[in-house]
């Protein structure tokens, strides 16, 4: 949902919505949502050749990061692997009031885990 939420435009330079914090248990869900903030990191049309690299599984994920670490800095504090009624409900709130960074305007969304379908 946050990916669609963060692509939506009002116009050509105009994104209303910036993802800022996402808590996701599974752990496949986490890396996908981390890895897709480090691409939002960059400029349309500036991604570096190692993200496709890494694409391709020419290159790790840890070098990836390490060339740009800030960015993957960034990507690292919004993509947070957590459980909700796990993790303390002062740490959660912790987090959201830093990634808001006294925002007053801020919309939460969410959804209802994904179970694997038994087989």
Known sequence: MGEGFGSFRVSKSFHPFKVCLSIE?????????????FFRQFKKKKVPKEYY?????????????????SKAKKATLEAWHAELGITSDQEVDDRIKEALD???NWVL??????????S
């Open 25 to 37: 248990k599974d752990i496949y869900a986490h890396r996908t949502l981390e890895l897709r903030s």
């Open 53 to 69: 690299e890494y694409l391709q599984g020419r290159r790790s994920k840890v070098d990836l990061f390490r060339k740009y670490s």
């Open 102 to 104: 006294f925002n007053e």
């Open 109 to 118: 969304i969410g959804g209802p885990p994904v179970r694997p379908i038994p």
